[in-house]
């Protein structure tokens, strides 16, 4: 165990978070066609000698002491990443290396968080005498919230008591995140010719409804989240400029606080509208960690500031504590010419295992 043992030099497990950076992003992981990125994942502690198990295209290993009888923390992210858009001048899966900067499709969102937390794993892995359980989980289809990534994987798991999440979030602490509700809604009218009088006009009784919710307020008001957005995403009625439509189809993205749930914010909605709603799923809930939990105490004891996150992640379906941190900026997720600087990754390395030191 020699070779594993250098591993623990801060300065080499930042080399190895980019040498495996680099190779994830040259391999394709889009939302559920992540096998090759999770082989890859499995080279990774195959090379140093750590039993990993699959779960689909979820890859997973415990510290070499586990306890069955000791809490344990998850340290989870995910290796899948949104399709590149069209604005990309470079080479989304070339990883180039420039002025400081490492560049690439994922290499923010959420490859640094990916390459980070493997090396922390690998840093406290053979180390004896925890306090807690330290488990890894590096899934799928998060870009989706899609049902066979962490959403899957989670019940097959040793029992979690902590989870920490990894997203771009400059290393500081999102202690609370916001939840997702997708909306559809249909305004029914009646269809007539456009030339004659129409008081019943399904695309003019459907602005009225939606100006009418996009401009309330929700009474309660979250200390980190502030307050529940709601956006109007799309819209569609017409096909013919003669012929008013018998009926007006629109879509709400709504970002829930930690004041509601998001079958609440649903019911408060169709309360104020008369047009008929249904939500596309109610799962995405928003989440929120105490002050006074430890790894907070820790984070902020090292410097560290925390916030309300406005983007959801994997948060919103493990079913346990959860904070959110990693390296980057969420600002660069799913823009062209997506990069991490190098400094960030030996940064969130070190920050990582400064915050798990005080609590392990």
Same mark, same amino acid.
């Given at each position: 165990?020699?070779?594993?043992?250098?591993?623990?030099?801060?300065?080499?497990?930042?080399?190895?978070?980019?040498?495996?950076?680099?190779?994830?992003?040259?391999?394709?992981?889009?939302?559920?066609?992540?096998?090759?990125?999770?082989?890859?994942?499995?080279?990774?502690?195959?090379?140093?000698?750590?039993?990993?198990?699959?779960?689909?295209?979820?890859?997973?290993?415990?510290?070499?002491?586990?306890?069955?009888?000791?809490?344990?923390?998850?340290?989870?992210?995910?290796?899948?990443?949104?399709?590149?858009?069209?604005?990309?001048?470079?080479?989304?899966?070339?990883?180039?290396?420039?002025?400081?900067?490492?560049?690439?499709?994922?290499?923010?969102?959420?490859?640094?968080?990916?390459?980070?937390?493997?090396?922390?794993?690998?840093?406290?892995?053979?180390? /004896?005498?925890?306090?807690?359980?330290?488990?890894? &989980? $590096? %899934? *799928?289809?998060?870009?989706?919230?899609?049902?066979?990534? +962490? !959403?899957?994987?989670?019940?097959?798991?040793?029992?979690?008591?902590?989870?920490?999440?990894?997203?771009?979030?400059?290393?500081?602490?999102?202690?609370?995140?916001?939840?997702?509700?997708?909306?559809?809604?249909?305004?029914?009218?009646?269809?007539?010719?456009?030339?004659?009088?129409?008081?019943?006009?399904?695309?003019?009784?459907?602005?009225?409804?939606?100006?009418?919710?996009?401009?309330?307020?929700?009474?309660?008001?979250?200390?980190?989240?502030?307050?529940?957005?709601?956006?109007?995403?799309?819209?569609?009625?017409?096909?013919?400029?003669?012929?008013?439509?018998?009926?007006?189809?629109?879509?709400?993205?709504?970002?829930?606080?930690?004041?509601?749930?998001?079958?609440?914010?649903? /019911?408060?909605?169709?309360?104020?509208?008369?047009? &008929? $709603? %249904? *939500?596309?799923?109610?799962?995405?809930?928003?989440?929120? +960690? !105490?002050?006074?939990?430890?790894?907070?105490?820790?984070?902020?004891?090292?410097?560290?500031?925390?916030?309300?996150?406005?983007?959801?992640?994997?948060?919103?379906?493990?079913?346990?504590?959860?904070?959110?941190?990693?390296?980057?900026?969420?600002?660069?997720?799913?823009?062209?010419?997506?990069?991490?600087?190098?400094?960030?990754?030996?940064?969130?390395?070190?920050?990582?295992?400064?915050?798990?030191?005080?609590?392990?």
């Amino acid at each position: 165990m020699k070779e594993l043992r250098s591993l623990y030099r801060k300065d080499e497990l930042q080399d190895n978070a980019v040498e495996l950076l680099k190779k994830l992003i040259e391999i394709p992981s889009f939302s559920k066609d992540e096998f090759n990125t999770s082989v890859e994942i499995e080279n990774f502690f195959k090379k140093h000698q750590i039993p990993a198990k699959r779960f689909k295209n979820n890859i997973w290993a415990v510290n070499k002491s586990f306890d069955v009888f000791k809490p344990s923390i998850l340290l989870n992210t995910h290796h899948d990443t949104v399709k590149p858009n069209k604005a990309y001048t470079l080479d989304p899966f070339l990883p180039i290396e420039k002025d400081g900067k490492l560049f690439g499709l994922g290499s923010n969102d959420a490859g640094a968080s990916l390459v980070s937390m493997a090396q922390v794993f690998l840093y406290f892995y053979e180390k /004896e005498d925890l306090k807690y359980n330290l488990i890894i &989980a $590096l %899934t *799928a289809e998060e870009e989706i919230s899609g049902f066979d990534g +962490i !959403e899957a994987l989670y019940p097959q798991l040793p029992n979690i008591d902590f989870a920490i999440v990894g997203e771009p979030t400059q290393m500081n602490l999102a202690i609370a995140e916001k939840g997702l509700l997708v909306i559809d809604g249909e305004m029914k009218g009646t269809p007539s010719h456009a030339a004659h009088p129409n008081e019943d006009n399904s695309i003019v009784k459907c602005m009225e409804d939606l100006q009418n919710i996009l401009n309330y307020k929700f009474p309660k008001v979250s200390d980190y989240l502030g307050e529940i957005k709601i956006t109007l995403s799309g819209i569609n009625a017409g096909i013919q400029h003669n012929v008013v439509p018998e009926s007006c189809t629109f879509t709400l993205d709504v970002r829930v606080t930690d004041e509601y749930s998001n079958k609440e914010v649903f /019911e408060i909605i169709q309360s104020e509208m008369k047009s &008929a $709603l %249904t *939500a596309r799923s109610f799962r995405l809930n928003s989440s929120k +960690i !105490e002050l006074d939990h430890p790894f907070v105490k820790a984070g902020l004891e090292i410097g560290r500031t925390i916030y309300g996150s406005p983007t959801s992640s994997d948060q919103a379906i493990i079913p346990c504590t959860s904070v959110k941190i990693g390296p980057g900026d969420s600002r660069r997720s799913h823009t062209a010419d997506e990069y991490i600087y190098i400094d960030e990754i030996r940064e969130g390395i070190e920050i990582y295992i400064k915050i798990l030191e005080k609590i392990l």
